[in-house]
């Protein structure tokens, strides 16, 4: 799958230019399309001024986020790109879904949802939202150090964690797409504690060669496709091993799939998923599953 077209989900402060900057080199894979959108959320204008919602107040911040994207429209139509813009007074959410249905995006870029862990407990995170109400692939972009540098190769060095699961097959395809923009990807799978039953030392070796033997043939598949693959097996707690995994081998993102089922339960007992992409200091592509129609 080709990224063609990027909804680049911004509120300034979190994703500024230089944020988009570092994904530019999606060109090389496509991208011809990037679509900016501002959703200035109605309960936070009301809140800002202390006596419900002001019609004025919608206006100024609708042109403040226009100047800015009238801005950073001008850069890219040097490029060559087109660009279109949505700047609204909604909720998050709903918002981004209506601007997905009418641009079909092939890539969503959002930042880390920044709900207290309460609001999480009842309404789930903004990014597990959208992995349960849409198929289109989700980048969670952060900023990897707290002076707000952005990483300057975000696809140069991604890693994959993949559980063998149906949704990983679309993972795949997708990481395909993005051959000619990936300098290294590394493959690596999490055995958890448990498989290891046995305490014979040759059990728990059978276990590791099997899982390298699965690993050793997506990494074929992917250098069949174009792509520079690297294995590793590693053994424990999957949302540690994985982080872990990022900084031995410095990946500049993390890729997981992320399924429906996922996305419903992680508001009661966590997931590997929503846990990466809303704590983890490195950046996280979700490849959400196909949906049942």
């Known amino acids: ?13 979190e994703l500024c230019y230089d944020a988009l900057n570092s994904l530019l080199a999606l060109r090389g894979a496509a991208l011809e399309h990037v679509v900016f959108l501002n959703v200035i959320e109605r309960d936070k204008v009301a809140m800002k001024r202390g006596s419900g919602y002001l019609k004025e107040e919608e206006v100024k911040l609708k042109e403040t986020a226009n100047i800015r994207f009238i801005d950073w429209a001008e850069n890219l139509f040097e490029m060559g ?6 700047m609204e007074v909604s909720l998050l959410i709903p918002e981004i879904l209506r601007v997905v ?11 880390r949802s920044h ?8 309404a789930g995170s903004d990014v597990m939202e959208l992995v349960r109400r849409t198929e289109v692939p989700i980048l969670v972009f952060k900023h990897m150090i707290d002076d707000n540098i952005v990483p300057e190769k975000l696809f140069e060095r991604p890693l994959f964690a993949t559980n063998w699961s149906k949704t990983d097959q679309k993972a795949i395809e997708y990481i395909k797409g993005l051959k000619e923009v990936i300098g290294e990807i590394h493959i690596m799978h999490v055995v ?56 031995e081998y410095q ?22 998923s929503k846990n990466i992409a809303d704590k983890s200091i490195f950046p996280c592509l979700l490849i959400p599953g196909k949906k049942d129609i």
């Not at 909804?7 to 402060?13: Q, S």
């Not at 899982?211 to 097996?233: F, Q, S, Y």
């Not at 990946?251 to 590997?272: F, P, Q, V």
Request: glycine residues 6%; hydrophobic residues 40%.
């Open 1 to 13: 799958m080709k990224i063609r077209k990027l909804l680049f989900v911004t509120k300034f402060e």
């Open 81 to 86: 790109l087109e660009v279109g813009a949505y």
């Open 101 to 111: 249905e009418k641009e079909s995006p092939d890539l969503i870029v959002i930042g």
């Open 115 to 122: 709900k207290g862990t309460l609001e999480q407990l009842y």
């Open 192 to 247: 958890k504690d448990s498989a290891l039953k046995s305490s014979d030392t040759h059990e728990v070796q059978k276990v590791r060669k099997a899982e390298r033997k699965k690993l050793d043939i997506l990494c074929d598949e992917l250098e069949d496709a174009g792509l520079n693959a690297r294995p590793h097996v590693y053994v424990g707690d999957p949302q540690k091993e994985i982080e872990k995994a990022a900084k």
């Open 251 to 272: 990946a500049s993102m993390i890729i997981l799939g992320s399924s429906e089922k996922a996305a419903i339960i992680e508001r009661w007992t966590g997931s590997i």
